[in-house]
T-cell receptor, first 113, second 111 residues
Framework: GGIITQTPKFLIGQEGQKLTLKCQQN?????MYWYRQDSGKGLRLIYY???????QKGDLSEGYDASREKKSSFSLTVTSAQKNEMAVFLC????????????FGHGTKLSVL | GEQVEQLPSILRVQEGSSASINCTYE??????FPWYKQEPGENPKLIID?????ERKQTQGLIVLLDKKAKRFSLHITDTQPGDSAMYFC??????????FGTGTRLQVLP
């Protein structure tokens, strides 16, 4: 079996700060995703990527950048952290470039002071 | 549009009864409809999925129904147990591989 590793697990930032979240998968999956989950709420798609160096915008891409440096890694940057922002960012991957199940990482919990 | 609506947001049922969650989607090109369960402090995990070439699928106490004409799909949990208490998310995707999630249902199974 494979695993998705998100780092860091907890991230505390300052208002206006640029923050980077990292995700690694060893499934050899083609497609990777970044979702934001606010407390007790649904998952909103920020960016996804169907192959190395590919980038597709989700519904929540404003305020974020992403980079698929290689097949196994997908990073997300919060370009300017918002005061009192608190959310969990979930990375996921799926095999192939057509519809298959997502495997999720355990998330990065962001708090902005 | 590509929104997925999910209802109800909170569902309380008695242990042993059934629970139903409904989702509607906008994108007529959607052809894959997974359901995920998320327990407190955990990541979402796939519990069942259905593709557009099927109308019904059943596995281990879970039933999913798909009505493509109405752009509606639903999850039915039969004989609910305390371990079924969790957040449930529906999702829809098309061949672009963009997976859009519903807003979630918090299921509480009462003893």
């Amino acid at each position: 079996g494979g695993i998705i590793t998100q780092t860091p697990k907890f991230l505390i930032g300052q208002e206006g700060q640029k923050l980077t979240l990292k995700c690694q998968q060893n499934f050899n999956h083609d497609t990777m995703y970044w979702y934001r989950q606010d407390s007790g709420k649904g998952l909103r798609l920020i960016y996804y990527s169907i192959t190395e160096n590919d980038l597709q915008k989700g519904d929540l891409s404003e305020g974020y950048d992403a980079s698929r440096e290689k097949k196994s890694s997908f990073s997300l940057t919060v370009t300017s952290a918002q005061k009192n922002e608190m959310a969990v960012f979930l990375c996921a991957s799926s095999i192939g470039t057509t519809n298959e199940r997502l495997f999720f990482g355990h998330g990065t919990k962001l708090s902005v002071l | 549009g590509e929104q997925v609506e999910q209802l109800p947001s909170i569902l309380r049922v008695q242990e042993g009864s059934s629970a139903s969650i409904n989702c509607t989607y906008e994108n007529s090109a959607s052809n894959y409809f997974p359901w995920y369960k998320q327990e407190p402090g955990e990541n979402p995990k796939l519990i069942i999925d259905i593709r557009s070439n099927m109308e019904r699928k059943q596995t281990q106490g879970l039933i999913v129904l798909l009505d493509k004409k109405a752009k509606r799909f639903s999850l039915h949990i039969t004989d609910t147990q305390p371990g079924d208490s969790a957040m449930y998310f529906c999702a829809a995707s098309s061949n672009t591989n963009k997976v859009v999630f519903g807003t979630g249902t918090r299921l509480q199974v009462l003893p």
